[in-house]
């Protein structure tokens, strides 16, 4: 809660919100990380936040679903979004500056070649998930093949 306050109050001031992500655990057990997602400025000088509770899942969920043997890519889904997500930040112009007509080229090529790398990235993690579901799947099939289907009190022949 620290972190929205602090973003809050950086927002007030017109500065940027962190990029830090926080997450916490609710009373329900889940896993949500919050986004300062509005704020509105009205004339006499009030203010108003919308801080959305986004549901997420731990790098530790995401372990255990796809594999302890698939955990160092998983882990490099994380590090290599930081990475880009920090020098995409570097590039981008303050909340309150204006892109300049010198910079507005090499700012456009730096999104689209963050989004072409978080697309890859995407089309990493749905190959995996695939997978998984696939195995997890076949499992199923496997055992619903062998499993006794016959009525209760039927003779095995």
Avoid at 35 to 60: C, M, N, P, Q, W
Wanted: proline letters at 3%.
């Amino acid at each position: 809660m620290d972190k929205i306050e602090q973003d809050i109050i950086r927002a007030s001031q017109a500065l940027g919100v962190s990029g830090d992500e926080v997450t916490f655990i609710g009373r329900d057990g889940r896993i949500y990380r919050p986004i300062l997602a509005r704020h509105k400025l009205y004339y006499d000088g009030s203010r108003k936040f919308y801080v959305l509770f986004v549901e997420t899942i731990s790098r530790r969920a995401l372990v255990a679903a796809f594999g302890f043997d698939k955990r160092a890519r998983v882990e490099r889904f994380y590090a290599d979004w930081e990475a880009e997500k920090t020098k995409l930040y570097a590039v981008l112009p303050g909340t309150n500056e204006q892109i300049e007509a010198a910079t507005r080229d090499h700012v456009k090529n730096e999104v689209i070649r963050f989004l072409g790398l978080v697309r890859a990235q995407n089309a990493d993690f749905l190959q995996l998930c695939i997978e998984a579901y696939s195995s997890e799947m076949l499992g199923e099939l496997s055992r619903e093949k062998t499993a006794d289907h016959s009525p209760p009190g039927a003779e095995a022949r």
